[in-house]
């Protein structure tokens, strides 16, 4: 498997403040990271530091093996960088200003018209093609920086918030072209507040709080919340029980006990034999269960999880 970023250690500071510390990750060939967290966790200085837009104070990072620091020109043009707010020429018309940007990595005419046209179709603006950048909506704008930081066909690609300004139609059509991304063997890190995509499209997610890559894993690892065998279960009653709260806590080995009326939710062991074991002795202590069963986890679930407060 090819390694393609190596994060080491990374901290930025401004002034006393921490804005990064310790940020540490690998990622392959294949990978796409998803970053989550609040206002001022650090996601965009953090994809600014990997991209070698922000200058370190501590750590190295690597891609392909090559350090990521200023003169390393060919390191550097491995990766595309899209950040939230896009620097881009409104008087230019879309095309000139991807010929401009194909010209700047020194790309051959033929080879940056050609890939005009092709990330255009793929970005759904190929009808836009002779439009003038300060036309467009804000969502195109936004399909028009992916669209130029893909273009000179980087091997690292990280994306601040690139569904931000996209319709229902548009986020769809962006995950199947992440996932084309993936299977080209890129790795990508991808920031979002959008967390039911990311969930869909990522294998890795990381979730970031004052500047601290607070948990990093697989999206079974991190949304699965496998790491310490326990599941969340929901149970239904057909009747309501007075007492129910109060049998399930004497119970043991139950925790995060709810009770509203006839639903009931907690956290047991994950193993299925368990499980089993279970929902046997709710039904001896007289509780009439009319459904039992484990409840599939998703992001948002993992992130509330964590006790941080507010997603971006």
């Known amino acids: 498997m090819t390694i393609i970023l190596e994060a080491t250690g990374l901290r930025v500071e401004y002034g006393k403040t921490v804005a990064l510390d ?32 922000h200058p370190l104070d501590a750590g190295r990072v690597r891609v392909l093996g090559s350090n990521i620091e200023p003169g390393n020109v060919l390191a550097q043009s491995r990766i595309g960088f899209a950040p939230d707010t896009p620097p881009i020429y409104e008087e230019l018309r879309v095309a000139e200003f991807l010929r401009f940007i194909g010209k700047a990595y020194r790309l051959r005419r033929d080879m940056i018209e050609e890939r005009i046209d092709f990330w ?7 009808d836009r093609r002779e439009a003038r950048i300060k036309t467009l909506s ?56 959008i967390l039911a995509d990311l969930h869909e499209y990522c294998t890795h997610i990381g979730i970031m709080e004052a500047g601290t890559l607070r948990q990093f894993g697989t999206v079974a690892q991190v949304v699965g919340g496998k790491q310490d065998n326990r599941c969340h279960y929901r149970v ?19 925790t995060r006990i709810e009770v509203h009326g006839r639903q009931i939710s907690f956290e047991y062991e994950h193993e299925a034999g368990a499980a089993a074991a279970l929902l046997a002795r709710l039904l001896r202590e007289g509780l009439p269960v009319a459904s039992f069963a484990p409840v599939e986890h998703d992001l948002e679930q993992a992130y509330l999880r964590t006790g941080i407060r507010q997603v971006d």
């Open 22 to 53: 310790d940020f540490s990750l690998t990622l392959a060939a294949g990978d796409l990271l998803g970053l989550i967290g609040p206002n001022g966790a650090g996601k965009t200085t953090s994809l600014k530091a990997v991209a070698g837009l």
């Open 120 to 126: 255009l179709e793929q970005l759904w603006l190929l």
């Open 138 to 193: 804000r969502g195109m704008r936004q399909r028009l920086t992916v669209a130029r930081t893909l273009l000179p066909d980087p091997t690292l690609i990280l994306l601040d918030e690139p569904a931000s300004g996209l319709d229902p139609a548009g986020r769809v059509q962006f995950r199947k072209l992440l996932g084309s991304l993936r299977d080209q063997g890129k790795a990508l890190i991808v920031s979002s507040h």
């Open 236 to 254: 239904t009653l057909a009747r309501s029980v007075p007492d129910a709260a109060r049998l399930l806590s004497e119970m043991g080995g139950l």
